[in-house]
């Protein structure tokens, strides 16, 4: 017996708020980023982008910057047509999707600003930048479209030869599918004698503005190409660069070394990776790129970007009978990983917690020549979250009752569950009543409810407003099936091993790629529980397609619920191989043996064995069973069979200052369920900072262009990212219903509070002003916004508000009858 | 963010600074704390040949009792300037705007004589400096002249400091006793004022008897709202708003995306009188 099996029977690793034991190095910045790495005869690249949104490309000059010190070469899109693949898109979402080639460094055409033209390699990255501006490229510039609406015309074309700017078309209806009724019949019937509530949301351009700028560097001179890269999936990358470059899988190694924060942003394959590798090929020699702030701003993917057309029906109690979804959704230049299939995955989320009887969704994605435009984190379920929880709060105002007691009246019941949704999801579990109860009781609701009451009677020029979001999500991508029906070019499996070593300690390999999520920490704390060892003793490998040679990395929110469940089920056959070893040496029968904590034990006799000493004796090999291989290493492949639907109450209260537009938070409150919690203190920065996230989409942030296709928020200067200094303390709490769809009962939390925050604090803003007249204010909510809403309805009911605030449908679309009058609440 | 190449001199005294820059003529930058010239630099928006730091030139540093004025080194950095004494004494207002500016780690590294020179009009030293009544010491190669603020800002990123000279210290008449406010607008915490206003005033039992109201971003320089400070005398605080509702009178303030024109004037009115109000002790 060795001193680590003989350790007391301490408490359960999981639940216990371990702090991350990646955090040292990573907070530390002592430790292996791409950037910080240096090869021998390493050379460096600078990128010449386009500062045009759409022009052909003329010619390119490059004999000045070519005979510029330290310069290697000058490759354009020519130089490395051959061999440098291209940037595809995994989900195209109808089979007749127009879908442009995206060439990493294109040959005849820019489709955005910023977009890769020419390639400058150096010896120092100074000489690379100082040559670049000595590329002469000439372009011959080209109408842009740039407005998504406008796009939707196909006046001007993003890409001309596709004849239209409009890529696919995806619906769902649940009467077609057989879920739920037809939506058209319960507009109908609301027009006559019910509610129907017509609104128009903007889901703003943001951009992800992860904090370490990405990174790429190629190492061409071994058998294998290596590619370090400040990515989020490793694996996915690997396939795309051997889908399209003619290099073999098999001699590709893809390297993600610790990676300093994604939000999506890079859940792609990019033109500068695909650009550095081709010229890493091309030189047979290591190169690195590493982009600037500005050039990651304008080139690396943004994300939303849609237009919301939204009809909401109800009986005239408030009792909800339809929805209608109309997205528009802007793509930006290129089809991009995933990119129609984000505003889609909205498509199980509009309808939310609510008991629609009939749905519909319809999402068309465009062309436009901006920056492209993929999943940035919640991908699809933000924009749906906020679309119904900014219509409940509407549906409420017009019945003239609380927010959360409309919610009540409509959402699934606690006991009702597993619930199919009229999107045709199985909800497996939740609690929307427990949730929302701790959510009032933490927030204080009745007492500042008093509060805006008094406010509001007192003429005080700082009003007060109460947001709620009850809100719920689907995550853990995902059931490989389910993405098969979806024409989705990949599965939704995670992959774990298990290596236990001879000298006590374990190896885990997770196929899901860690990019600050606490994966090391988590992951030990199950394996610890698992197999009885000490949570030091786990070691976490990942993020090396030579280490890790199989997973479908991190994103969705899904590590955890798929990721965790396979690391479960290989910990489980680790187990099932040791009884055997363990009933050789304790001299028994199988069937006799059994595991806690650590040790095997003979059932009713005090004879045991750890599990480290049977490890010992499997690498030793001396002794042990004829019937099996000396080894107690186990892997396994999960696939889920349901997504993780977390869920939550946010009530968030704002003060309004009418006098100048700014809004200022004055108490958050979140209750999130998201199943068994494996380590609180990863959950609890989880849900911090995916509030802030969400919270700076309603109040800060937005990319805008000028009509130059120019992104003018090409800096933090004018993109305003908030800093701890503009977020106050939040309350945070749980409710736990497991999830049934993973053994370890968990559900995603890396995405929950970006997707249900945003909602509850514009619902503030309006509750805020919403005596004066107004229903809406788009976001970002900027003091000026907020200002100019208050003055244009200057305190009268309904009246004055600007179109794009509240909005009627034109006529002639589908669902707007023009002769039936004002039920809706529209001015018309 | 890689600078274009230049060459880099670093003085140690005043007289060497002025012939370096005499030296290198028209192509010379003076680096100062750096917190706007090496984004400049990083961004390639500009590409001096020479940078002259200053950061070594010790004179240039610290905060001294000038006797009826205080005497502010331009080299001073801003997280000097807000806990200094003597400033808190008798500048109370600059304290409470430099106080303001961006970030602690900016606070640290950047200086009032840098953001002076810099004369970015969102900034926020120039107000107060401006309402203080301050005077600016202006070396060059033909020695030193005395500035007053008013005449100090001549248009966008331009100031009376030619090319070749230097600012070398603000002196600011002592308003002890006077109550000060800078009512920043922002979005968030580290941005560049939307707007700001600079008030500082003096009082006898609640009644105005001087005021000085300077204006950040209304314009292509900080601005004083002379008109309001005309307007506030004998006024209290219960009859403020008539007094700043001119408060934007002849200013032309930018449009962006954080508000266009007639909102920052509006803006100035009520940051005016909340200022007002504040250095009142309201």
Same mark, same amino acid.
């Given at each position: 017996m060795t001193a680590v099996d003989d350790r007391p029977t301490t408490s359960p690793e999981i639940g216990s708020a371990r702090r991350r034991k990646e955090d040292q190095r990573l907070i530390t910045g002592r430790t292996k980023w791409t950037d910080n790495i240096q090869l021998p005869g390493m050379l460096h690249l600078a990128m010449v982008r386009s500062p045009f949104a759409h022009a052909k490309i003329a010619s390119i000059d490059t004999a000045e910057a070519s005979a510029a010190p330290n310069v290697v070469r000058v490759f354009t899109g020519h130089d490395i047509a051959d061999i440098q693949g291209v940037n595809i898109t995994a989900w195209p979402i109808s089979p007749d999707q127009k879908t442009p080639d995206h060439l990493p460094v294109p040959l005849e055409r820019v489709s955005h600003t910023g977009e890769i033209v020419a390639v400058v390699v150096a010896r120092s990255a100074a000489a690379a930048r100082d040559a670049a501006e000595l590329v002469d490229v000439d372009y011959e510039e080209l109408p842009a479209i740039l407005d998504l609406k406008e796009a939707a015309n196909d006046a001007v074309l993003a890409h001309p030869d596709l004849g239209t700017n409009k890529s696919a078309f995806w619906q769902l209806d649940s009467a077609a599918q057989g879920s739920g009724g037809d939506v058209g019949e319960a507009i109908e019937k609301a027009r006559q004698d019910g509610i129907v509530i017509e609104r128009e949301y903007r889901q703003q351009r943001l951009i992800p503005a992860f904090m370490e700028p990405r990174s790429t560097v190629v190492d061409p001179t071994g058998e294998q190409v290596v590619m370090y890269s400040a990515t989020q999936v490793p694996h996915i990358l690997r396939f795309c660069i051997a889908a399209t470059t003619g290099l073999p899988e098999s001699k590709i190694r893809v390297i993600a070394p610790d990676v300093g924060g994604g939000f999506g942003g890079k859940l792609q394959s990019t033109p500068e990776e695909f650009a550095t590798l081709?010229?890493?090929?091309? &030189?047979?020699?290591?190169?690195?790129?590493?982009?600037?702030?500005?050039?990651?701003?304008?080139?690396?993917?943004?994300?939303?970007?849609?237009?919301?057309?939204?009809?909401?029906?109800?009986?005239?109690?408030?009792?909800?009978?339809?929805?209608?979804?109309? &997205?528009?959704?802007?793509?930006?230049?290129?089809?991009?990983?995933?990119?129609?299939?984000?505003?889609? &995955?909205g498509a199980w989320m509009f309808n939310a917690i609510y008991k629609f009887p009939a749905y519909q969704f319809n999402c068309t994605t465009y062309y436009t020549n901006k920056t492209w435009v993929d999943a940035y984190r919640g991908a699809g379920r933000p924009e749906a979250t906020f679309a119904i929880e900014r219509l409940m709060d509407e549906l409420a105002a017009e019945v003239g009752v609380d927010p959360l007691e409309i919610r009540e009246k409509n959402w699934i019941k606690h006991d009702e569950f597993p619930f199919t949704s009229v999107a045709g999801m199985t909800y497996d579990s939740g609690n929307y009543e427990a949730a929302t109860a701790r959510a009032k009781e933490l927030f204080g609701y009745d007492e500042l409810r008093a509060e805006q009451k008094q406010r509001r009677e007192s003429g005080d020029p700082v009003q007060l407003g109460i947001g709620v979001s009850t809100f719920t999500e689907m995550c853990g991508l995902a059931p490989s099936r389910v993405l098969g029906s979806l024409d989705y070019g990949a599965g939704g499996w995670e992959s774990a091993s298990i290596r236990m070593l001879a000298t006590g300690t374990v190896e885990v390999i997770t196929g899901a790629s860690a990019h600050g999520q606490g994966h090391e920490t988590a992951w030990s704390q199950i394996v610890a529980d698992r197999l009885g060892v000490p949570f030091e003793n786990v070691e976490v490998l990942h993020g090396d397609t030579q280490i890790a040679p199989k997973g479908m990395d991190t994103y969705g929110s899904r590590s955890l619920v798929v990721g965790g469940e396979a690391l479960v089920r290989a910990a489980d056959k680790v187990i099932e191989k040791a009884k055997k070893f363990a009933a050789h040496s304790l001299e028994a029968s199988v069937d006799d043996i059994e595991f806690s904590a650590g040790q095997f034990t003979v059932r009713g006799t005090d004879k045991g064995v750890g599990i480290s000493d049977l490890a010992l004796a499997a690498f030793a090999a001396h002794d042990y069973p004829e019937d099996v291989e000396p080894s107690l290493d186990a892997d396994a492949t999960f696939d889920p069979v349901n997504f993780s639907f977390p869920h939550g109450t946010h009530l968030c209260a704002m003060e309004v200052d009418t006098e100048t537009g700014a809004t200022k938070m004055r108490k958050y409150v979140c209750v999130d369920d998201i199943g068994n919690i494996i380590n609180p203190l990863i959950v609890e920065g989880q849900v911090h900072g995916g509030l802030v996230q969400g919270i700076a989409q309603a109040l800060w942030e937005g990319a805008e262009y000028d009509e130059q296709g120019t992104l003018v928020s090409g800096s933090f200067v004018d993109y305003t990212l908030p800093t701890a200094a503009d977020t106050i303390s939040f309350v945070t709490d749980h409710t736990t219903s497991p999830a049934t769809s993973n053994s370890l009962g968990t559900k995603g939390v890396g995405e929950a509070g970006t997707i249900a925050s945003t909602p509850a604090v514009v619902n503030a803003i309006v509750d805020a002003v919403r005596d004066r007249g107004i229903d809406d204010i788009e976001m970002p909510c900027t003091p000026e916004r907020v200002w100019k809403a208050i003055q244009s309805a200057g305190g009268r009911q309904g009246a004055g508000v600007t179109p794009t605030q509240q909005p009627h449908f034109d006529e002639g679309t589908p669902n707007q009858d023009p002769s039936a009058g004002t039920t809706d609440g529209a001015v018309q | 963010m890689i600078p274009a190449t230049f060459d880099y001199a670093a003085p140690t005294s005043v007289e060497e600074a002025l012939s370096v820059l005499a030296e290198a003529g028209d192509d010379a930058k003076v680096l100062a704390g750096g917190q706007s010239l090496l984004p400049i630099l990083r961004m390639r928006l500009n590409a001096p040949e020479k940078v002259v730091d200053l950061g070594r030139v010790e004179a240039?540093?610290?905060?001294?009792?000038?006797?009826?004025?205080?005497?502010?080194?331009?080299?001073?950095?801003?997280?000097?300037?807000?806990?200094?004494?003597?400033? +808190?004494?008798?500048?109370?207002?600059?304290?409470?705007? %430099?106080?303001? !500016?961006?970030?602690? +780690?900016?606070?640290?590294?950047?200086?009032?004589? /840098?953001?002076?020179?810099?004369?970015?009009?969102?900034?926020? !030293?120039?107000?107060? %400096?401006?309402?203080?009544?301050?005077?600016?010491?202006?070396?060059?190669?033909?020695?030193?002249?005395? %500035?007053?603020?008013?005449?100090?800002?001549?248009?966008?990123?331009?100031?009376? !400091?030619?090319?070749?000279?230097?600012?070398?210290?603000?002196?600011?008449?002592?308003?002890?006793?006077?109550?000060?406010?800078?009512?920043?607008? %922002?979005?968030?915490?580290?941005?560049?004022?939307?707007?700001?206003?600079?008030?500082?005033?003096?009082?006898?039992?609640?009644?105005?008897?001087?005021?000085?109201? /300077?204006?950040?971003?209304?314009?292509?320089?900080?601005?004083?709202?002379?008109?309001?400070? +005309?307007?506030?005398?004998?006024?209290?605080?219960?009859?403020?708003?008539?007094?700043?509702?001119?408060?934007?009178?002849?200013?032309?303030?930018?449009?962006?995306?954080?508000?266009?024109?007639?909102?920052?004037?509006?803006?100035?009115?009520?940051?005016?009188?909340?200022?007002?109000?504040?250095?009142?002790?309201?």
């Open positions: 081709a010229v890493a090929r091309k &030189l047979g020699k290591p190169c690195k790129y590493t982009e600037t702030r500005s050039e990651s701003m304008i080139s690396a993917h943004h994300g939303r970007d849609q237009w919301q057309k939204l009809t909401l029906t109800a009986e005239k109690d408030g009792t909800v009978t339809g929805l209608k979804v109309d &997205l528009m959704a802007d793509l930006g230049a290129y089809a991009a990983i995933v990119g129609g299939g984000v505003p889609v &995955l | 240039l540093r610290g905060v001294r009792d000038g006797g009826d004025h205080i005497a502010i080194g331009s080299m001073t950095p801003y997280s000097e300037v807000v806990g200094n004494a003597l400033v +808190q004494e008798h500048a109370g207002l600059l304290a409470k705007a %430099v106080e303001t !500016v961006a970030d602690p +780690q900016i606070r640290h590294r950047g200086t009032v004589g /840098g953001a002076l020179v810099h004369a970015d009009p969102a900034g926020d !030293v120039g107000a107060p %400096v401006l309402a203080l009544d301050a005077t600016m010491v202006v070396v060059g190669p033909g020695g030193e002249r005395t %500035v007053g603020a008013g005449e100090f800002f001549h248009d966008l990123f331009e100031t009376a !400091v030619a090319d070749g000279e230097l600012l070398t210290e603000i002196r600011i008449p002592k308003h002890t006793g006077w109550g000060s406010a800078y009512e920043k607008f %922002v979005r968030v915490s580290h941005q560049w004022s939307i707007v700001a206003v600079a008030a500082t005033v003096k009082a006898e039992g609640g009644t105005i008897t001087e005021a000085r109201v /300077g204006l950040t971003n209304m314009g292509s320089t900080p601005l004083r709202a002379t008109a309001v400070e +005309q307007a506030l005398v004998g006024k209290g605080t219960a009859d403020l708003a008539d007094a700043c509702a001119a408060a934007a009178e002849g200013t032309n303030p930018p449009s962006d995306l954080n508000g266009d024109a007639d909102y920052r004037r509006h803006l100035a009115t009520v940051l005016t009188r909340r200022a007002v109000q504040h250095a009142l002790g309201g």
